[in-house]
């Protein structure tokens, strides 16, 4: 959108209330969602939750291209629709929710730093292992993506994404990693993340802020798959901050509306889709 | 434990222009880092990438574990071989270090691709000219299109664009989100003098190996600069350690236009040369046609005797008489 019709759409987004029949879309949750697209859709909804916004989780199998920017997931509000956790949050603050106003200036150049820590690192470590891993881009990841698909669209739309990956994977130097490194940046990432966070409740101390909110949706995510090997779920549960961290933040918003939800929800996210 | 003495390991880069010791981001940052560790490295400064060791500037040979090229691998190496400035830094601050590099890349880093390589102006007056002026023949007509379609690439395939062209809306929303990060950055370093109190780290490198060329290669184009420039705390900072680590390039910039007629110059330019050269060929042109037009005829000198030509049946020994008569009437 350019730099006018934003601030025309967010005035326009000030004015209105946040309307009952909020929806989140994402992919369809037990067969083809991804890894990488489940903790953006978790981190959107648990930023959601953190201020008290309710919203439907609508799951349809073309949300990828029904999103404004091509990627998921995206929330419809009135007649608007907005995409990616950045822009949301921008949204909801032009409504007046934010949960970062009582940040300092520095905390604030902090927030943002640690974000662009876990879209560099750990997004794109996730995407690598979807796409640029041989095996688990086999087993798990084509399968999935094409599942609502029929011959032969499955195999072009998977083999098209994939293509597309890996051409960004190399365009950023990420291509001649092996899993091994990349494992390794993993770990890395978790353990700055770990530092970070120290001994408090949440990042910045005593409320939660949409940092937390995506450090959640990538982590739960990673700790509640299932994917060719356990390595990666294993470089994040050796920081035990971390794991406190989930569970403190999946029982104080997630809990007490329908536990069910992503529970069962991550752990289908499994090859084939048997319950684990 | 006894230390092995190896050969100091060499690093090639992209040479500098205009008080800066290189003109590539990333080559400045392995510069940088390698001034505030103390690493003594052997520093080539060339302009031809394929004479590097990996074929790609900046690359550093080792003598033992063969040659790296992305800044981050020789950061790594030269921290493995003990040369650290990361050594005092925190726990906290080490994480720190790993995010703000984050927002760097993500944030600032498509900004100065697309200044430096997508917008046309730009692209055209500083950046290609100067590295068609300075790779050498034959290279300077392939290279640097080249450099500039991986740039399109890279920022097209990052930002999920399929439409980057040298428009409005994806620069303004790729300067907006430069402008965020600057300000952050400014906000901070504060009235610190690097980023981690009085030492640098390897942030200090990144955020170095950024903003230089940016705040000293004239851009015709450039909100960028200005922005930059507004904030005086980072200009300071970048000022501050190119006058510490750098001062020897710093000087050597302006003075190196003066010995151009001693080096061979085949990279600089050839102006007492340039006169001699075009006399030179435009001689050769005319010796060239004069001697065409001798050799087919079209102009000739006739030895033969004038009289024998003007009056062909007198005979020779009354000519010099027979002449002035002839002249008389």
């Given at each position: 959108?350019?730099?006018?019709a934003?601030?025309?759409?967010?005035?326009?987004?000030?004015?209105?209330?946040?309307?009952?029949?909020?929806?989140?879309?994402q992919?369809?949750k037990?067969?083809?969602?991804?890894?990488?697209?489940?903790a953006?859709?978790?981190?959107?909804?648990?930023?959601?939750?953190?201020?008290?916004?309710?919203?439907q989780?609508?799951?349809?199998?073309?949300?990828?291209?029904m999103?404004?920017?091509?990627?998921?997931?995206?929330?419809?509000?009135?007649?608007?629709?907005?995409?990616?956790?950045?822009?949301?949050?921008?949204?909801i603050?032009?409504?007046?929710?934010?949960?970062s106003?009582?940040?300092?200036e520095?905390?604030?150049?902090?927030?943002?730093?640690?974000?662009?820590?876990v879209?560099n690192m750990?997004?794109?470590?996730?995407?690598?292992?979807?796409?640029?891993?041989e095996?688990t881009a086999?087993?798990?990841?084509?399968?999935?993506?094409s599942s609502?698909?029929?011959?032969?669209?499955?195999?072009?739309?998977?083999?098209?994404?994939?293509?597309?990956v890996?051409?960004?994977?190399?365009?950023?130097?990420?291509?001649?990693?092996?899993?091994?490194?990349?494992?390794?940046?993993?770990?890395?990432?978790?353990?700055a993340?770990?530092?970070?966070l120290?001994?408090q409740?949440?990042?910045?101390?005593?409320?939660?802020?949409?940092?937390?909110?995506?450090?959640?949706?990538?982590?739960?995510?990673?700790?509640?798959?299932?994917?060719?090997?356990?390595?990666?779920?294993?470089?994040?549960?050796?920081?035990?901050n971390l794991?406190?961290?989930?569970?403190?933040?999946?029982?104080?918003?997630?809990?007490?509306h329908?536990k069910?939800?992503?529970?069962?929800?991550?752990?289908?996210?499994?090859k084939?889709?048997?319950?684990? | 434990?006894?230390?092995?003495?190896?050969?100091?390991?060499?690093?090639?880069?992209?040479?500098?222009?205009r008080?800066?010791?290189?003109?590539d981001?990333?080559?400045?940052?392995?510069l940088?880092?390698?001034?505030?560790?103390?690493?003594?490295l052997?520093?080539?400064k060339?302009?031809?990438?394929?004479?590097?060791p990996?074929g790609?500037?900046?690359?550093?040979?080792?003598?033992e574990?063969?040659?790296?090229?992305?800044?981050?691998?020789?950061?790594?190496?030269?921290?493995?071989?003990?040369?650290?400035?990361?050594?005092?830094?925190?726990?906290?601050?080490g994480?720190?270090?790993?995010?703000?590099?984050?927002?760097?890349?993500?944030?600032?880093?498509?900004?100065?691709?697309?200044?430096?390589?997508?917008?046309?102006?730009?692209?055209?007056?500083?950046?290609?000219r100067?590295?068609?002026?300075?790779?050498?023949?034959?290279l300077?007509f392939?290279?640097?299109?080249?450099?500039?379609?991986?740039?399109?690439?890279?920022?097209r395939?990052?930002?999920?664009?399929?439409?980057?062209?040298?428009?409005?809306?994806a620069?303004?929303?790729l300067?907006?989100?430069?402008?965020?990060c600057?300000?952050?950055?400014?906000?901070?370093?504060?009235?610190?003098?690097?980023f981690?109190?009085d030492?640098?780290?390897?942030?200090d490198?990144y955020?170095?190996?950024?903003?230089?060329?940016?705040l000293?290669?004239?851009?015709?184009?450039?909100k960028?600069?200005?922005?930059l420039?507004?904030l005086?705390?980072?200009?300071?900072?970048?000022s501050?350690?190119?006058d510490?680590?750098?001062q020897?390039?710093?000087?050597?910039g302006?003075?190196r236009?003066?010995?151009?007629p001693?080096?061979?110059?085949s990279?600089?330019?050839?102006?007492?040369?340039?006169r001699?050269?075009?006399?030179?060929?435009?001689?050769?042109?005319?010796?060239?046609?004069?001697?065409?037009?001798?050799?087919?005829?079209?102009?000739?000198?006739q030895?033969?005797?004038?009289?024998?030509?003007?009056?062909?049946?007198?005979?020779?020994?009354?000519?010099?008489?027979e002449?002035?008569?002839?002249?008389?009437?």
């Amino acid at each position: 959108m350019s730099l006018a019709a934003e601030a025309f759409v967010s005035q326009i987004a000030a004015a209105e209330p946040w309307p009952e029949n909020a929806a989140l879309y994402q992919p369809l949750k037990d067969d083809q969602i991804l890894l990488s697209d489940h903790a953006s859709s978790l981190a959107v909804q648990a930023y959601l939750r953190m201020c008290n916004l309710p919203v439907q989780v609508a799951c349809r199998a073309n949300a990828e291209y029904m999103s404004p920017s091509g990627k998921v997931p995206f929330i419809h509000i009135g007649n608007q629709v907005v995409s990616e956790l950045g822009p949301i949050v921008q949204f909801i603050k032009a409504k007046g929710h934010s949960l970062s106003d009582g940040l300092g200036e520095v905390q604030k150049a902090e927030m943002k730093a640690y974000m662009e820590l876990v879209n560099n690192m750990l997004l794109t470590a996730e995407l690598y292992i979807q796409w640029c891993d041989e095996n688990t881009a086999k087993e798990i990841t084509r399968p999935r993506f094409s599942s609502p698909y029929t011959w032969p669209l499955n195999h072009v739309l998977a083999y098209q994404k994939q293509w597309e990956v890996r051409r960004k994977m190399k365009a950023i130097g990420w291509a001649g990693k092996t899993l091994d490194q990349v494992y390794e940046d993993v770990s890395q990432c978790c353990q700055a993340l770990s530092q970070r966070l120290g001994t408090q409740p949440y990042f910045f101390n005593k409320q939660p802020t949409e940092l937390d909110a995506l450090v959640f949706g990538h982590l739960f995510t990673i700790l509640t798959t299932q994917l060719t090997s356990d390595e990666l779920g294993e470089k994040v549960k050796n920081y035990s901050n971390l794991l406190s961290f989930c569970r403190r933040i999946e029982q104080n918003y997630f809990e007490d509306h329908d536990k069910d939800s992503i529970t069962s929800s991550t752990s289908r996210l499994s090859k084939g889709s048997s319950l684990m | 434990m006894r230390k092995k003495m190896s050969a100091p390991s060499e690093l090639y880069c992209w040479k500098g222009e205009r008080g800066l010791p290189s003109v590539d981001p990333d080559c400045l940052t392995v510069l940088a880092y390698a001034k505030f560790a103390g690493a003594p490295l052997k520093v080539h400064k060339i302009a031809n990438p394929w004479r590097s060791p990996t074929g790609s500037l900046p690359a550093l040979k080792t003598s033992e574990d063969g040659s790296l090229s992305q800044p981050h691998k020789i950061i790594i190496h030269l921290r493995k071989q003990k040369y650290n400035a990361d050594y005092d830094l925190s726990a906290k601050e080490g994480a720190d270090t790993l995010a703000f590099i984050s927002l760097l890349e993500e944030k600032l880093l498509p900004a100065l691709i697309y200044a430096f390589w997508v917008d046309s102006k730009n692209y055209v007056e500083v950046t290609r000219r100067w590295y068609a002026e300075n790779i050498p023949f034959p290279l300077n007509f392939y290279l640097p299109t080249r450099m500039h379609s991986h740039a399109l690439d890279r920022l097209r395939l990052v930002r999920g664009d399929s439409g980057l062209e040298p428009g409005d809306e994806a620069e303004k929303e790729l300067y907006r989100d430069a402008y965020e990060c600057m300000t952050l950055l400014s906000q901070r370093l504060g009235t610190q003098k690097f980023f981690f109190g009085d030492f640098p780290s390897s942030l200090d490198a990144y955020v170095f190996g950024q903003l230089a060329p940016l705040l000293k290669v004239k851009l015709p184009n450039c909100k960028l600069q200005q922005h930059l420039k507004s904030l005086d705390n980072l200009c300071h900072y970048c000022s501050h350690i190119l006058d510490l680590y750098f001062q020897n390039e710093a000087s050597d910039g302006p003075a190196r236009k003066a010995p151009t007629p001693r080096e061979d110059g085949s990279d600089f330019d050839n102006e007492p040369h340039k006169r001699r050269n075009q006399f030179l060929s435009v001689l050769v042109a005319l010796g060239a046609m004069v001697g065409y037009a001798f050799l087919t005829g079209i102009v000739s000198i006739q030895r033969s005797d004038p009289h024998n030509a003007l009056h062909g049946r007198r005979a020779p020994q009354l000519a010099g008489d027979e002449v002035d008569d002839e002249d008389g009437e």
